[in-house]
Protein backbone atom coordinates (compact mmCIF):
# COMPACT_ATOMS: atom_id res chain seq x y z
CA UNK A 1 0.00 0.00 0.00
CA UNK A 2 1.28 3.72 -1.29
CA UNK A 3 2.20 5.43 2.05
CA UNK A 4 4.16 8.44 3.25
CA UNK A 5 5.16 9.61 6.44
CA UNK A 6 6.28 12.96 7.48
CA UNK A 7 8.15 13.21 10.74
CA UNK A 8 8.42 14.79 13.35
CA UNK A 9 4.41 15.64 13.64
CA UNK A 10 5.68 18.97 15.19
CA UNK A 11 9.06 20.89 15.55
CA UNK A 12 9.61 23.90 17.80
CA UNK A 13 12.61 26.34 16.45
CA UNK A 14 14.57 29.58 17.86
CA UNK A 15 14.49 32.32 14.98
CA UNK A 16 18.00 31.27 12.90
CA UNK A 17 18.04 27.55 14.17
CA UNK A 18 18.49 25.49 11.02
CA UNK A 19 16.65 21.84 11.16
CA UNK A 20 15.03 19.71 9.05
CA UNK A 21 12.16 17.81 8.56
CA UNK A 22 11.76 14.55 6.84
CA UNK A 23 9.28 12.68 4.33
CA UNK A 24 9.59 8.88 3.56
CA UNK A 25 7.58 7.09 1.10
CA UNK A 26 6.64 4.09 -0.28
CA UNK A 27 5.40 4.52 -3.56
CA UNK A 28 5.64 2.59 -6.14
CA UNK A 29 6.76 4.05 -9.83
CA UNK A 30 7.03 7.13 -7.71
CA UNK A 31 7.14 10.30 -10.68
CA UNK A 32 6.85 13.19 -8.22
CA UNK A 33 7.34 14.09 -4.58
CA UNK A 34 5.77 17.82 -4.14
CA UNK A 35 6.45 20.00 -1.04
CA UNK A 36 3.08 22.11 0.29
CA UNK A 37 3.47 24.66 2.99
CA UNK A 38 -0.30 25.29 4.92
CA UNK A 39 -1.04 28.07 7.06
CA UNK A 40 -3.87 27.81 9.87
CA UNK A 41 -7.37 28.42 8.39
CA UNK A 42 -5.64 28.28 4.71
CA UNK A 43 -4.95 26.02 1.25
CA UNK A 44 -1.80 24.57 1.19
CA UNK A 45 0.54 26.45 -1.17
CA UNK A 46 2.83 25.32 -3.64
CA UNK A 47 6.55 24.79 -2.56
CA UNK A 48 8.38 22.47 -4.82
CA UNK A 49 8.55 19.37 -7.01
CA UNK A 50 11.11 16.57 -6.89
CA UNK A 51 11.23 14.13 -9.77
CA UNK A 52 14.27 12.02 -9.39
CA UNK A 53 16.77 11.23 -6.47
CA UNK A 54 19.49 13.59 -5.96
CA UNK A 55 17.62 16.10 -7.84
CA UNK A 56 17.45 19.71 -4.92
CA UNK A 57 15.31 22.57 -4.58
CA UNK A 58 15.62 26.14 -3.57
CA UNK A 59 13.38 29.25 -2.31
CA UNK A 60 14.76 31.38 0.17
CA UNK A 61 15.55 29.72 3.32
CA UNK A 62 13.72 26.26 2.21
CA UNK A 63 15.73 23.49 0.36
CA UNK A 64 14.04 20.60 -0.57
CA UNK A 65 16.20 17.34 -1.29
CA UNK A 66 15.22 13.83 -2.91
CA UNK A 67 16.46 10.43 -2.21
CA UNK A 68 15.23 6.45 -3.50
CA UNK A 69 13.33 6.38 0.12
CA UNK A 70 12.82 10.14 1.45
CA UNK A 71 12.66 14.03 0.71
CA UNK A 72 13.92 16.54 3.35
CA UNK A 73 12.88 19.64 3.55
CA UNK A 74 15.78 22.03 5.46
CA UNK A 75 14.86 24.95 6.91
CA UNK A 76 17.77 27.56 7.20
CA UNK A 77 18.10 30.53 9.74
CA UNK A 78 14.28 30.39 10.36
CA UNK A 79 12.24 33.74 10.86
CA UNK A 80 8.79 33.37 12.46
CA UNK A 81 6.70 33.67 9.56
CA UNK A 82 8.29 30.21 8.52
CA UNK A 83 5.77 28.95 11.06
CA UNK A 84 2.72 26.83 9.26
CA UNK A 85 2.35 23.14 8.38
CA UNK A 86 4.56 21.66 5.90
CA UNK A 87 3.43 18.67 3.53
CA UNK A 88 4.38 16.62 1.28
CA UNK A 89 2.82 14.21 -1.01
CA UNK A 90 3.88 11.55 -3.92
CA UNK A 91 2.27 11.27 -7.29
CA UNK A 92 2.68 7.33 -8.69
CA UNK A 93 2.42 6.53 -12.35
CA UNK A 94 -0.71 6.65 -14.23
CA UNK A 95 -2.59 10.21 -13.41
CA UNK A 96 -1.97 12.68 -10.71
CA UNK A 97 -3.24 11.36 -7.68
CA UNK A 98 -1.71 12.91 -4.51
CA UNK A 99 -0.73 10.75 -1.19
CA UNK A 100 -0.35 13.04 1.43
CA UNK A 101 1.84 12.63 4.39
CA UNK A 102 0.30 14.10 7.69
CA UNK A 103 2.84 16.95 8.00
CA UNK A 104 5.05 18.62 10.38
CA UNK A 105 3.99 21.77 12.11
CA UNK A 106 7.11 24.38 11.87
CA UNK A 107 6.88 27.20 15.10
CA UNK A 108 9.90 29.27 14.90
CA UNK A 109 9.90 31.44 17.87
CA UNK A 110 11.76 35.01 17.86
CA UNK B 1 -10.39 37.18 -9.23
CA UNK B 2 -6.86 34.45 -9.40
CA UNK B 3 -5.86 31.17 -8.87
CA UNK B 4 -8.63 29.45 -7.02
CA UNK B 5 -11.56 30.63 -5.36
CA UNK B 6 -13.91 28.71 -3.06
CA UNK B 7 -17.27 30.13 -1.37
CA UNK B 8 -18.15 30.13 1.05
CA UNK B 9 -15.47 29.95 3.22
CA UNK B 10 -17.51 28.81 6.28
CA UNK B 11 -20.70 26.86 6.35
CA UNK B 12 -22.71 25.99 9.39
CA UNK B 13 -25.51 22.87 8.71
CA UNK B 14 -27.75 20.59 9.90
CA UNK B 15 -28.02 17.07 9.59
CA UNK B 16 -30.67 17.12 7.55
CA UNK B 17 -30.02 20.48 5.07
CA UNK B 18 -28.79 20.50 1.72
CA UNK B 19 -26.23 23.22 1.20
CA UNK B 20 -23.37 23.16 -2.01
CA UNK B 21 -19.61 24.36 -1.89
CA UNK B 22 -18.42 25.91 -5.09
CA UNK B 23 -14.67 26.05 -6.88
CA UNK B 24 -13.91 28.09 -9.30
CA UNK B 25 -10.43 28.37 -10.55
CA UNK B 26 -8.45 31.12 -12.86
CA UNK B 27 -5.85 29.15 -13.95
CA UNK B 28 -7.52 27.56 -17.50
CA UNK B 29 -6.69 24.19 -16.17
CA UNK B 30 -8.60 20.99 -17.36
CA UNK B 31 -8.49 19.10 -13.96
CA UNK B 32 -10.31 19.65 -10.66
CA UNK B 33 -10.22 18.40 -7.73
CA UNK B 34 -12.35 18.09 -3.91
CA UNK B 35 -10.10 17.19 -1.31
CA UNK B 36 -11.47 16.57 2.54
CA UNK B 37 -8.76 17.42 5.75
CA UNK B 38 -10.11 16.30 8.94
CA UNK B 39 -8.07 17.22 12.13
CA UNK B 40 -4.94 14.78 12.85
CA UNK B 41 -5.91 13.12 9.46
CA UNK B 42 -3.82 13.20 5.97
CA UNK B 43 -5.00 15.11 3.66
CA UNK B 44 -7.56 12.83 1.40
CA UNK B 45 -8.57 13.11 -2.00
CA UNK B 46 -12.30 12.41 -2.76
CA UNK B 47 -13.07 13.24 -6.51
CA UNK B 48 -11.42 13.96 -9.73
CA UNK B 49 -12.94 15.78 -12.95
CA UNK B 50 -10.78 15.66 -16.21
CA UNK B 51 -12.41 18.15 -19.24
CA UNK B 52 -15.71 17.81 -16.99
CA UNK B 53 -15.80 13.91 -16.65
CA UNK B 54 -15.24 12.23 -13.54
CA UNK B 55 -12.10 10.53 -13.55
CA UNK B 56 -11.56 9.61 -9.69
CA UNK B 57 -14.30 9.13 -6.77
CA UNK B 58 -12.13 7.62 -3.91
CA UNK B 59 -15.04 5.38 -2.29
CA UNK B 60 -17.24 8.71 -1.39
CA UNK B 61 -20.42 8.58 0.93
CA UNK B 62 -23.44 9.23 -1.75
CA UNK B 63 -24.04 11.95 0.81
CA UNK B 64 -21.65 13.88 -1.03
CA UNK B 65 -22.07 14.11 -4.82
CA UNK B 66 -20.00 15.78 -7.14
CA UNK B 67 -20.59 18.29 -10.40
CA UNK B 68 -18.36 19.72 -12.83
CA UNK B 69 -20.21 21.70 -15.04
CA UNK B 70 -17.29 22.97 -17.15
CA UNK B 71 -13.70 23.27 -16.83
CA UNK B 72 -13.83 25.75 -14.73
CA UNK B 73 -16.55 25.22 -11.90
CA UNK B 74 -16.60 22.28 -9.41
CA UNK B 75 -19.58 22.05 -7.19
CA UNK B 76 -19.82 19.83 -4.15
CA UNK B 77 -23.68 19.22 -2.77
CA UNK B 78 -23.83 17.81 0.43
CA UNK B 79 -27.10 16.27 2.06
CA UNK B 80 -27.77 14.35 4.88
CA UNK B 81 -24.39 14.90 6.48
CA UNK B 82 -23.06 13.54 9.76
CA UNK B 83 -21.30 15.12 12.42
CA UNK B 84 -18.07 13.21 11.34
CA UNK B 85 -18.14 15.01 8.21
CA UNK B 86 -17.26 18.83 9.63
CA UNK B 87 -14.07 19.18 7.74
CA UNK B 88 -11.96 21.55 5.87
CA UNK B 89 -12.82 20.69 2.45
CA UNK B 90 -10.55 22.00 -0.39
CA UNK B 91 -10.53 22.22 -3.90
CA UNK B 92 -7.63 21.97 -6.39
CA UNK B 93 -6.72 22.52 -10.21
CA UNK B 94 -4.15 21.61 -11.99
CA UNK B 95 -3.63 21.92 -16.11
CA UNK B 96 -3.90 18.04 -16.62
CA UNK B 97 -4.73 14.66 -14.69
CA UNK B 98 -3.18 12.53 -16.84
CA UNK B 99 0.53 13.15 -16.11
CA UNK B 100 2.23 14.83 -13.27
CA UNK B 101 1.55 18.29 -12.60
CA UNK B 102 1.33 20.81 -9.86
CA UNK B 103 -1.98 20.84 -8.09
CA UNK B 104 -2.64 24.33 -7.16
CA UNK B 105 -5.58 24.56 -3.79
CA UNK B 106 -7.94 27.04 -2.45
CA UNK B 107 -8.34 28.55 0.65
CA UNK B 108 -11.00 26.02 2.17
CA UNK B 109 -14.54 25.70 3.13
CA UNK B 110 -14.89 25.11 6.85
CA UNK B 111 -17.84 23.00 7.31
CA UNK B 112 -18.85 22.03 10.59
CA UNK B 113 -22.15 19.53 10.65
CA UNK B 114 -24.44 19.76 13.86
Known amino acids: EDQVTQSPEALRLQEGESSSLNCSYTVSGLRGLFWYRQDPGKGPEFLFT???AGEEKEKERLKATLTKKESFLHITAPKPEDSATYLCAAVKAAGNKLTFGGGTRVLVKP | ETGVTQTPRHLVMGMTNKKSLKCEQH?????MYWYKQSAKKPLELMFV???????ENNSVPSRFSPECPNSSHLFLHLHTLQPEDSALYLCASSGTWYRTDTQYFGPGTRLTVL
Open chain 2, 49 to 55: YSLEERV
Open chain 2, 27 to 31: LGHNA
Open chain 1, 50 to 52: LYS
